[in-house]
């Protein structure tokens, strides 16, 4: 049996899958500690969870397992001095915020982004390393690692990232497949200071120590993996063959599976490498099921009722919500503005509307920008959907008429699953999901409409 371990932003997921079905799972939290732009997470207590999650798997499960992979948030950095490392940076620290802008506007910015195909924003490690460079608070011999390779260390003994991660740094080139020297001397860093590489499908014996801690198998082999981010979108294609997915969780994005490496350095999608002439590309929205949740306890009647009462709602409001305009950038945004500046508000508001035309106007809006997404990426055939948004199927019909596209809801769009894939180098399949969501004629007219002129008022 093949355990996967998803290290996310809020949780730490454990799946035991057998031929590619999961027997068993269960998941840990991770807290984040925010002050101000700072947000970082505990290496220590990500152990801890780690050994507990492992410890606490059902013994007839557990001495069934033969190899574990490990998938990780992309954008972690962790300073180690001497040996030890405690704060995780994760994607959502902003410190690197004012650096960022400054640095967006130079000719390196393009340049840099074309050999990685990460985005030049404050999430990335590269934006964070920056930002700690311009204020002297590491010296030289610091190291730098993330989440993969603390996993990995505590897993293996050994400190390694894979090429999937990796490319999510800023730091990586993806034509040469190692660290980037040209953007290691514009950090003053050298490779030393970083982790090894890998291939996400490289093989690493369990530690002695942490299969005696654990109650496994002494035999086992840890598999590096990829990014959560990569897998997921990796899992959808093995299981359907649709190589396009839209995960709506808290944040939100947009991927495509493609033999080729795709860039727009203009409006800068990102592309992530997953295995050898495959990656994915793909564009990250901040505001997704966070915008629904805080309209949920901001405006409707009863949140407790909320999902319950959504089809009343649109019933009493009409595509366009009677000219009301909700631009959801109550988080920032990522694509395709890249900026922490931008802010979310209603437009056109006045006395004739009511809640339910508030209400559908925050759905319209973040599915209207999901909508850019879906142009940057140019996704044109059907698409895969994931995630806690699609709660009613109310939901997925009103993404399929915005998108305008055939959205196919599935389950296996999970880290999870593409680890088991990259472990047993899955074939493709074909089997489409038995829930499907096909655009109505007359609704994504109404859309398409609605979508030319949607986001061209002035924004705050």
């Known amino acids: 049996m093949f355990l996967g371990i998803d290290i996310g932003t809020t949780a730490i997921k454990f799946g035991i899958i057998e031929e590619r079905k999961i027997i068993y799972t269960h998941s840990l939290p991770i807290t984040t500690h925010r002050h101000g732009l700072k947000q970082t997470q505990s290496a220590s207590e990500i152990k801890s969870q780690l050994i507990a999650g492992v410890t606490m798997l059902p013994d007839e499960w557990k001495t069934a397992i033969t190899a574990i992979g490990l998938s990780t948030a992309m954008h972690s950095l962790m300073p180690v001095v001497g040996d030890e490392g405690e704060d995780v940076y994760i994607w959502s620290d902003n410190q690197a915020s004012e650096v960022m802008t400054a640095f967006r506007k130079t000719e390196l910015a393009a340049d840099f982004y074309q050999e990685t195909g990460t985005p030049i924003h404050a999430m990335s490690p590269f934006a964070k390393l920056a930002y700690f460079q311009s204020n002297h608070s590491f010296d030289k011999n610091t190291k730098w690692y993330g989440l993969k390779e603390l996993a990995m260390e505590l897993f293996t003994g050994e400190v390694y990232i894979d090429y999937s991660t990796a490319s999510a740094t800023g730091l990586f080139s993806l034509k040469e497949k190692q660290w980037s020297q040209k953007i290691l001397n514009y950090l003053s860093l050298s490779k030393a200071q970083l982790a090894p590489l890998c291939a996400p499908t490289d093989r690493f014996l369990i530690a002695k120590e942490m299969a005696e801690r654990c109650g496994l198998s002494p035999t086992i082999e840890v598999m590096c993996g990829a990014s ?104 920032g945004e990522r694509a395709p503005f890249w900026s922490n500046d931008i802010t979310g508000g209603f437009s056109g508001l006045t006395l004739k509307h009511n809640r339910s035309d508030m209400l559908r106007a925050v759905i319209e809006g973040m599915l209207m920008n999901i909508g850019l997404l879906k142009e940057m990426v140019q996704l044109e055939e059907a698409v895969t959907i994931s995630g806690g948004f699609f709660q009613t199927k109310l939901l997925g019909q009103m993404t399929a008429d915005v998108l305008g596209l055939t959205c196919y809801l599935s389950e296996e769009n999970e880290p999870i699953f593409g680890l088991y894939d990259l472990y047993r180098h899955s074939a493709v399949g074909n089997e489409q999901p038995s829930e499907k969501f096909i655009p109505d004629s007359q609704s994504q007219e109404g859309y398409q409409e609605l979508a030319i002129h949607y986001f061209d008022a002035e924004r705050n």
């Open 228 to 331: 959560d981010g990569c897998l997921a979108a990796y899992a959808g294609y093995i299981s359907t063959g649709i190589r396009n997915s839209l995960t709506i969780g808290t944040s939100a994005a947009v991927r495509k599976v493609s033999e080729t490496a795709v860039f727009d350095r203009q409006k800068q999608n990102f592309c992530y490498y997953l295995q050898e002439e495959l990656f994915v590309v793909g564009a990250p929205s901040n505001n997704g099921g966070c915008v629904l949740e805080w309209a949920k306890e901001t405006l409707a009647e009863d949140p407790d009722a909320f999902y319950y009462s959504l089809p009343h709602v649109m019933e009493e409001s009409p595509i366009g919500s009677k000219g009301l305009r909700f631009y959801p950038y109550l988080n």
